[in-house]
C-alpha cells in the first residue's frame, strides 16, 4: 500500500513539475474561461441587468468547456512518449495511475479556475451568495467532470483531431451535472448547503469516480496492449 | 445463456441469420404495411388532435426502437468486453447506425406532431430533451468506430463508451426530468400507450412488431455482411504469402 501511495504522489509531482516547466501552457485554460465569459458579456449586450440572471449559467459553460478542451492531452503525452508502456511494465496498478494523472489534472486545470471565481463574479456583477453557491456547486462536481474528461481522453488517444469528439462523448454525460449544479446555485441563495440539488451533485460524482476511473484504466490497457 | 452460447460460433450463427434475415425482412415488411394502412386509414382519429395522432404510429415506436438498440448495444458490448468474442462485438456495431436513425426518426416526426398539437416544432420536454441526448451518445459511439484504425482497438473502446453511456442514461433521464418540472410551466400532455383505446393500439402494435424485426434484419445483415468480410480478409493473407517468399 505504502509504496503505491508513494507512486501516486511522485507521478503528481512529476505531472506538476511538466506543467510548470511547459511555459505556461496549463494556464490556457484559465485564458479561455476568460475570453469565453468575456465574449459572452460583449455578444449579450454587456448590460448587467441583462447579464446577472445569466451569469450563473455562463460561468458553468466556461468551466465546462474550458475542462474538456484540457484533456485531449491528458493521457496522450504519456502514451506518446512511452511512458505509459513503463507505468504498465513497473507493475503499477493502472486505476492507481489513472488516480494519481486525475489528481494532478484537478490541481492543474479546476484549481485556477475555482480561484478565478470572484474575478468572473465581478465580470458579472453577481452578488455573494451566487458566488458561493457556483464555488461550491464547482467543488462538488469537479471529481465527475474531472472523471468523465479524463475517460473521453483515455478513449481517444491516438485519435486525429479527437478535440471535438471528445467534447461530444463528454456533453452527454455532463447533463446531470450541469443541471443539478445549476439548480443548486439557484437554491443555495435561500437554501443553503443542504440542498437536494448539492447531494444530487456529490452523488454524481460518487458515481462518476466508481465508473469513470476502472473504465478509464481499461481505455489504457486497451491502448497498451 | 444457451442460445447464446451456441450463436457464438461464426459459421452457426451465418447459418442461423441467413435464415432468420429474411424472414424478418418479410415479416417487417407485412407488418409495417399493415401497420400503415390500419393506422393511416382504419383507424378513428382522435377527439382532440384530429388527423395528426396518426404521427404516433411512426413516431412512439421508432423512439423505443432506438432505445431498445442502445440498450442491446450496451448489452453486446458488455457479452464482448467479457468473453472478448468479435462476433459480440459486430454486434454491437450494427445496432448503432439503425438505432441512431430510429432516434432521428423518432425527432423529426415528434417535432411534425408537436407542431400540429402544440405550435411548436421543439419544447424543452423531458422526454425530447433526453431522446436528444440519445442521439448524441450513438453519434459519438459511431465516430469512435470510424476514426480509430485498429479495428479490435475500436471495438474495445466503443464498447466502453457504450457501457458508461448506458449506465448514465437512467441519470441523464432523472435529471432531465426534475429539470423539466422544476422549469416547465405549460404541462405538456402526450396520449400514453396503455391509456389509448383498442382501435389506436392495434396499428401502434403492429408499426412496432414491423420496426423491431425491420431493425433485426438491418443488424443481422450487417454482421452477416462483416462476417464474411472479416473471412475475406483472413484468406486473402494466405495466397499472398509465397510472392513473399519468392522476394
Known sequence: ?225 | MGVISFLANPLRFKKFARVAAPIFGVLALVLIVTGIWIGLWRSPEDQLQGHSVRIMYVHVPAVWIGMMAYAAMALASLFAYIWRHPLSDELARACALPGAAFTALGLLSGSLWGKTSWGTFWQWDGRMTSTLILLFLFIGYMAVWAGTPDKRRAARIAGLVAMVGSINLPIIKFSVDWWNTLHQTSSVSMPDAPGLPPSNLLPLMLMTFGYSFFFGWLVLSQVLNSISKAGERRQRPAAASPTMETL
Open chain 1, 1 to 225: 500500500m505504502v509504496p503505491q501511495m508513494r507512486k501516486i504522489s511522485g507521478i503528481i509531482v512529476r505531472d506538476i513539475c511538466i506543467a510548470l516547466r511547459s511555459g505556461g501552457a496549463w494556464l490556457m485554460g484559465l485564458v479561455f474561461f476568460a475570453v469565453f465569459l468575456s465574449l459572452s458579456a460583449i455578444a449579450l449586450g454587456g448590460e448587467f441587468k441583462t447579464l446577472r440572471p445569466l451569469a450563473p449559467a455562463l460561468i458553468w459553460l466556461a468551466v465546462v468547456f474550458s475542462l474538456l478542451f484540457s484533456f485531449e492531452h491528458l493521457f496522450a503525452d504519456d502514451a506518446d512518449d512511452g511512458t505509459l508502456e513503463h507505468i504498465k511494465l513497473s507493475g503499477m496498478s493502472m486505476h492507481a495511475y489513472v488516480l494519481a494523472k486525475i489528481c494532478a489534472h484537478w490541481l492543474l486545470s479546476i484549481l485556477p479556475l475555482i480561484l478565478a471565481l470572484p474575478l468572473a463574479g465581478l465580470l458579472f456583477d453577481i452578488p455573494v451568495a451566487l458566488l458561493g453557491g457556483l464555488f461550491i456547486s464547482i467543488l462538488l462536481a469537479s471529481p465527475a467532470l474531472v472523471c468523465y474528461g479524463a475517460f473521453s481522453g483515455a478513449c481517444l488517444v491516438g485519435f486525429k483531431g479527437g478535440g471535438f469528439l471528445l467534447v461530444l462523448l463528454t456533453i452527454p454525460l455532463v447533463v446531470p451535472v450541469l443541471i443539478f449544479a445549476l439548480g443548486g446555485v439557484i437554491s443555495y441563495a435561500d437554501a443553503g448547503l443542504l440542498t437536494t440539488e448539492f447531494q444530487a451533485l456529490l452523488g454524481i460524482s460518487l458515481i462518476a469516480s466508481a465508473i469513470g476511473i476502472p473504465a478509464t484504466a481499461a481505455a489504457l490497457n486497451t491502448i497498451t496492449e
